[in-house]
């Protein structure tokens, strides 16, 4: 399988740009202790993986696609996600491709170079964690990590064609996850299959010492909960989730699936989440509130490639930042240090904290009557390289339908349901209660 997978590779990826960095010599010498070793019972026995570049590997380079962090060669250990994956054996072959810091929805922040959507290259494959959804679409892994703060496992798993799920906050250890805006960050798996996710999710969830936001829950075995039934499920569908600015066919293709819903014994009702039109403000308020406090690590000592045009040490600080740092990184930091600075912390940060509660609340109101929600996960198919990147406002825009299910905090994947006339991937997304993973996975897999 390694060798298969590095066989792709090879093939593709000159094309693809999934991977930021490959461990060659190190995976093939993993694999043959694996074939040599006796016990191959463990759950992801040699399967190949790729992690998103913002996960970190111990001794394997680690840049969150961003050049400030190009000589981070050596990472001291592995993300707890990492080393989850590791006692199940699976084969790390490489690092994936990303929006510098996770910030972005196309991958062409990348500060490398863009991945391309394996479908139709001439199309974004999403982002930010572009690299993971292409990699696997791409027959380069069987799975791979991603991460999801408002919308990244998702979208990117919606324009490629393969499924991603962003757990319930606290479900899966952020511990080794370079923080992006910390109260919305999820690790998640993307697959070809519901149930690759399942047997993923399994492995890499629970409790972690090391994350003080990690919730101390069961972790269930949520391939039982794979039974095909889903007679009698109670789906929500919100009528902002269909509404105009959604593109025609993406509408269709889910009211097709409704209808699939529907011949399984499942029924659907249109209900209101009235607050979710504030989620995008809401949302690149607070990500980049949070943002700009945790960035303030990479100042060129600490982290990141020091500048050496310096004269003193605030200089030093100062052009490390200026020159280590993409675009899209620094307007989120300006955002986010004038949000919270003294005079405007109270009408901006403050009061898009209450927002957020009330978009919390609008799904928890809907989950007293129903199993799920449904609707697309993304309001347009993959859109082309080149066509957005020019203009922040559209580009965060095209969140406005992943970006309510980070602030309320509960789970969302998304699955493929169909292909545009121009023959790009539409993703179907289902959102759950807190907790209730095995749900979403049985609704995400009935469906499939
Ligand atoms: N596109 C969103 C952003 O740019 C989401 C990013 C993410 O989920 N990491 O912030």
């Given at each position: 399988l390694v060798e298969a997978s590095y066989n792709r590779i090879h093939e593709v990826d000159d094309q693809v740009h999934a991977f930021l960095t490959l461990d060659e010599e190190n995976a093939r010498q993993k694999a043959k202790e694996l074939d040599n070793g006796s016990d191959t019972t463990a759950k992801l026995f040699g399967i190949p993986v790729g992690i998103k570049d913002n996960i970190v590997t111990k001794g394997l380079r680690t840049t969150c696609g961003s050049q400030f962090l190009r000589?981070?060669?050596?990472?001291?250990y592995d993300a707890t996600v990492v080393e989850k994956l590791n006692a199940e054996k699976v084969v790390t072959v490489g690092k994936l491709n990303m929006d510098e810091f996770a910030?972005?929805?196309?991958?062409?922040?990348?500060?490398y170079t863009p991945t391309r959507n394996?479908?139709?290259?001439?199309?974004v494959p999403g982002g930010s964690s572009g690299g993971s959804a292409a990699a696997v679409a791409s027959g380069q892994v069987l799975f791979s990590l991603g991460s999801d703060t408002g919308g990244s496992i998702r979208q990117p798993a919606a324009f490629c064609g393969v499924v991603g799920l962003k757990p319930t906050?606290?479900?899966?250890?952020?511990?080794g996850l370079v923080a992006f805006a910390s109260s919305l960050d999820q690790i998640g798996p993307l697959t070809r299959t519901v149930e690759d996710n399942a047997r993923v999710l399994e492995v890499i969830a629970g409790h972690d010492k090391m994350d003080s936001t990690s919730a101390n829950v069961e972790v269930p075995t949520y391939t039982e909960a794979l039974t095909g039934d889903v007679n009698g499920l109670k789906i929500a569908v919100p009528k902002e989730y269909l509404?105009?600015?959604?593109?025609p066919e993406v509408r269709e293709a889910v009211m097709e699936a409704l209808k699939v819903y529907e011949s399984l014994g499942a029924t659907w009702e249109e209900v209101s989440l009235p607050h979710s039109k504030y989620a995008v403000s809401t949302y690149y308020l607070l990500a980049s509130s949070e943002a700009s406090a945790n960035l303030a690590r990479f100042d060129g000592v600490r982290y990141g490639v020091r500048s050496e045009n310096a004269d003193n040490m605030v200089d030093m600080f100062k052009k490390s930042r200026s020159e280590g740092f993409g675009e899209e990184v620094k307007r989120r930091i300006m955002l986010g240090t004038f949000a919270l600075s003294s005079g405007y912390y109270d009408a901006y940060y403050k009061k898009a904290q209450k927002v957020r509660t009330l978009i919390k609340n609008d799904f928890e109101k809907i989950f007293e009557e129903y199993d799920v929600v449904i609707g697309p996960t993304t309001p347009t198919p993959a859109f082309k390289v080149g066509e957005k990147i020019n203009d922040p406002l559209t580009m965060y825009a095209n969140d406005i339908l992943t970006i309510p299910v980070n602030l309320a905090g509960v789970p969302g994947i998304s699955v493929p349901c169909g292909l545009s006339e121009a023959g790009l991937p539409i993703g179907l997304q289902i959102i759950g209660k807190h907790f209730d993973e095995s749900t979403v996975f049985r609704a995400a897999h009935a469906f499939e």
């Amino acid at each position: 399988l390694v060798e298969a997978s590095y066989n792709r590779i090879h093939e593709v990826d000159d094309q693809v740009h999934a991977f930021l960095t490959l461990d060659e010599e190190n995976a093939r010498q993993k694999a043959k202790e694996l074939d040599n070793g006796s016990d191959t019972t463990a759950k992801l026995f040699g399967i190949p993986v790729g992690i998103k570049d913002n996960i970190v590997t111990k001794g394997l380079r680690t840049t969150c696609g961003s050049q400030f962090l190009r000589n981070f060669n050596d990472p001291l250990y592995d993300a707890t996600v990492v080393e989850k994956l590791n006692a199940e054996k699976v084969v790390t072959v490489g690092k994936l491709n990303m929006d510098e810091f996770a910030m972005g929805s196309s991958n062409e922040n990348s500060s490398y170079t863009p991945t391309r959507n394996p479908w139709n290259t001439d199309y974004v494959p999403g982002g930010s964690s572009g690299g993971s959804a292409a990699a696997v679409a791409s027959g380069q892994v069987l799975f791979s990590l991603g991460s999801d703060t408002g919308g990244s496992i998702r979208q990117p798993a919606a324009f490629c064609g393969v499924v991603g799920l962003k757990p319930t906050y606290g479900l899966v250890s952020r511990f080794g996850l370079v923080a992006f805006a910390s109260s919305l960050d999820q690790i998640g798996p993307l697959t070809r299959t519901v149930e690759d996710n399942a047997r993923v999710l399994e492995v890499i969830a629970g409790h972690d010492k090391m994350d003080s936001t990690s919730a101390n829950v069961e972790v269930p075995t949520y391939t039982e909960a794979l039974t095909g039934d889903v007679n009698g499920l109670k789906i929500a569908v919100p009528k902002e989730y269909l509404a105009e600015g959604v593109n025609p066919e993406v509408r269709e293709a889910v009211m097709e699936a409704l209808k699939v819903y529907e011949s399984l014994g499942a029924t659907w009702e249109e209900v209101s989440l009235p607050h979710s039109k504030y989620a995008v403000s809401t949302y690149y308020l607070l990500a980049s509130s949070e943002a700009s406090a945790n960035l303030a690590r990479f100042d060129g000592v600490r982290y990141g490639v020091r500048s050496e045009n310096a004269d003193n040490m605030v200089d030093m600080f100062k052009k490390s930042r200026s020159e280590g740092f993409g675009e899209e990184v620094k307007r989120r930091i300006m955002l986010g240090t004038f949000a919270l600075s003294s005079g405007y912390y109270d009408a901006y940060y403050k009061k898009a904290q209450k927002v957020r509660t009330l978009i919390k609340n609008d799904f928890e109101k809907i989950f007293e009557e129903y199993d799920v929600v449904i609707g697309p996960t993304t309001p347009t198919p993959a859109f082309k390289v080149g066509e957005k990147i020019n203009d922040p406002l559209t580009m965060y825009a095209n969140d406005i339908l992943t970006i309510p299910v980070n602030l309320a905090g509960v789970p969302g994947i998304s699955v493929p349901c169909g292909l545009s006339e121009a023959g790009l991937p539409i993703g179907l997304q289902i959102i759950g209660k807190h907790f209730d993973e095995s749900t979403v996975f049985r609704a995400a897999h009935a469906f499939e």
